[in-house]
Structure formats: C-alpha cells, structure tokens
C-alpha cells in the first residue's frame, strides 16, 4: 500500500491517560498535516511539517497536543492527560510539495474515544 | 484568512436527478480550491481540483466544478446522481496566506440520494 497510513485506526482510553497516534506519508512526500475532525465537521487543522521541521503549531488545541517528525519521515500526534472533549477522528495527510496547488492526500484516520 | 462556506448541511436527491453542492470561499490570494469526498469508514478522497487552469474542472465519477471569480464560488455538479454518491463532500482552498498553504476545509455537505 502505497497510500498514507495511519495507526492505530482506533483507540480507547481512559480520562487522564497519554495517547500517541503514529502517521506515515506516501514516501518522499515532505509535507505532512494533522487535522482533527468531530462529528458532523469538516476537518480542523492541527499542525504541519515541512521536512522535519513544525512550521506551524500555533492551531494545536491545547498544550496538552504536541507532534514530531524527527526524521522527516513518519510523525506522531501525542495527546496528554486526554480529555472527554478530546474524543474525535485524528487525521493526517501529506503533499509532495509546498505549493497551494498541490493537493493533499489523507489517510483513514485513527478514532479516538476518551472514557 | 482564506475561508470555505458550505452553504448546505444536507442536500437529498433521487438516483439519476442532477446533484448540485454549493460552495464559497474567501480568499486574499488566487486560491487552489478543492473537493473531496468521505465515504462511511473510508478516507477522505479527491475529487477535483482548480489551480487557476481552466474555469470547468472535470473530476472523477462523473463530478464537476465551476470556478467563478465574481461570485466567489466553487460549487460541484453531477447530471444524474447515482446511490454510490452518497457521502460527505468537503470544499477546500488553500492559498498563500502566510505562506504556508494550509488546505482548509468547509464544514461539509452530506448527500443523500433516494431510490
């Protein structure tokens, strides 16, 4: 498969308690987005990298929410002492480069349900 | 800031009557604008795309979308609506606000189609 993927696809876990979300982009793709999606909405931006670096952090949720991508390859979403508000889709996508014309291509997502 | 309104929330049809989903944007650049669809438990896929090209963008299964500068609207057709198009349809623009050519996406339009 040859497409973004993501994993887990679902994850349940208990108020209070860390998760981490793992992305891996189409390879070569050196553009790589979050968004958060909650019921019956379109998807929220989180956070981007360009390469290895985070460009933008500025729409992660609370500082509860960090990301990596350390090699410029796969990234991670991690969600601190989680909440039952933070119960929602958790998607990634990526690019293959940095231009407005370039489209983005997403993953399925992981499912995230907070107890 | 770049901006996507959907202005329907639901839109129903009967299978083979013309599908029409609206969308406006609001943008300070020339924006890239975008639809894509998310079947029930699947990614979010493209259908079509407008990169300043032609006017008329043909997509994938039969979709279409009509930029139009004036009226500030990217709004997806299809002649005859099929029961495989049910789904939720998402309009995207991503311009150079920043620099950072974020896609940001509308809130959504789910199709329903009858028998």
């Known amino acids: 498969d040859t497409g973004v993927s993501q994993d887990p696809r679902h994850k349940i876990t208990k108020r209070g308690q860390n998760v981490t979300f793992r992305c891996d982009p189409i390879?070569?793709?050196?553009?790589l987005y979050w968004y958060r999606q909650t019921l019956g909405q379109g998807p929220e931006f989180l956070t981007y990298?360009?390469?290895?670096?985070?460009?933008?952090k500025s729409r992660l949720l609370s500082d509860r929410f960090s990301a990596e991508r350390p090699k410029g390859s796969f990234s991670t979403l991690e969600i601190q002492r989680t909440e039952q508000g933070d119960s929602a889709m958790y998607l990634c996508?990526?690019?293959?480069?940095?231009?407005?014309?370039?489209?983005?291509?997403f993953g399925q997502g992981t499912r995230l349900t907070v107890v | 800031a770049q901006s996507v309104t959907q202005l329907d929330s639901h839109v129903s049809v009967s299978e083979g009557t013309p599908v029409l989903l609206r969308c406006n944007y609001s943008?300070?650049?020339?924006?890239?604008l975008f639809w894509y669809v998310q079947h029930p438990n699947k990614g979010l896929q493209l259908l079509l795309k407008?990169?300043?090209?032609?006017?008329l963008v043909k997509g994938i299964n039969g979709f279409e979308a009509e930029f139009k500068k004036s009226e500030t609207s990217f709004h997806l057709t299809k002649p005859s609506a099929h029961m495989s198009d049910a789904a939720e349809y998402f309009c995207?623009?991503?311009?150079?606000?920043?620099?950072?050519?974020?896609?940001?996406f509308g809130r959504g339009t789910s199709l329903i189609v009858h028998p």
């Open positions: 996508a990526s690019s293959a480069r940095q231009d407005m014309n370039t489209e983005a291509f």
């Open positions: 390879s070569e793709h050196n553009r």
């Open positions: 990298f360009q390469n290895e670096a985070q460009l933008e």
């Open positions: 943008s300070s650049y020339s924006p890239s």
């Open positions: 407008y990169t300043s090209a032609a006017t």
């Open positions: 995207v623009v991503s311009d150079a606000s920043g620099g950072s050519y974020i896609p940001t």
